[in-house]
T-cell receptor, first 115, second 113 residues
């Protein structure tokens, strides 16, 4: 595909449900990032993969959040036992290689609403 | 504590005039800075970047200025166009501290025809 794609675009979950958010990065991009964007704020880092290796998960807010990228391509962010404070837009980004100087290309995001 | 701050939540300018968006940071380890533009219901789109070894980078109508001593950067858009109306995010990274971007809270730019 031409860009980063994410699915679903919108997700409504009842409190306590588990959700899974998918990210398809740009083909060939080594690095993949997940960010959380609360309403009216800038994106906040959650976790980072280089190929299939999760090199940084320091931004995950709790052990209810789990991310994987088993084959170094598609990634899934899973949130268990969702809470209202998990309501946000979840953004996925990829970059061609590792290194902070490489631009990250973002997907459209998944808007999660927990009721 | 916010390491990257955009103190103006919104800015309104007339078409054809200059738009100046400001960003301040506190972490002296940051050495690479980026500006992203975001339209509603879309992800942020990369606009322009600057390394800390430079004080200016220009790309068409967009210029980013970096003042390291003041820990301040700004984005200039000249001339502003109605299509520039969007939310602009400043982001920073540190080469030796991982690959994550730290974002400011954004500034909503409105360019009036």
């Amino acid at each position: 595909g031409a860009g980063v794609s994410q699915s679903p675009r919108y997700k409504v979950a009842k409190r306590g449900q588990d959700v899974a958010l998918r990210c398809d990065p740009i083909s060939g991009h080594v690095s993949l990032f997940w960010y959380q964007q609360a309403l009216g704020q800038g994106p906040e880092f959650l976790t980072y993969f280089q190929n299939e290796a999760q090199l940084d998960k320091s931004g995950l807010p709790s052990d209810r959040f789990f991310a994987e990228r088993p084959e170094g391509s598609v990634s899934t962010l899973k949130i268990q036992r969702t809470q209202q404070e998990d309501s946000a837009v979840y953004l996925c980004a990829s970059s061609l290689t590792s290194g902070a100087t490489y631009e990250q290309y973002f997907g459209p995001g998944t808007r999660l609403t927990v009721t | 504590d916010q390491q990257v701050k955009q103190n103006s939540p919104s800015l309104s300018v007339q078409e054809g005039r200059i738009s100046i968006l400001n960003c301040d940071y506190t972490n002296s380890m940051f050495d690479y800075f980026l500006w992203y533009k975001k339209y509603p219901a879309e992800g942020p789109t990369f606009l322009i970047s600057i390394s800390s070894i430079k004080d200016k980078n220009e790309d068409g109508r967009f210029t980013v200025f970096l003042n390291k001593s003041a820990k301040h950067l700004s984005l200039h858009i000249v001339p502003s166009q109605p299509g520039d109306s969007a939310v602009y995010f400043c982001a920073a990274s540190a080469l030796n501290a991982g690959n994550m971007l730290t974002f400011g809270g954004g500034t909503r730019l409105m360019v009036k025809p």
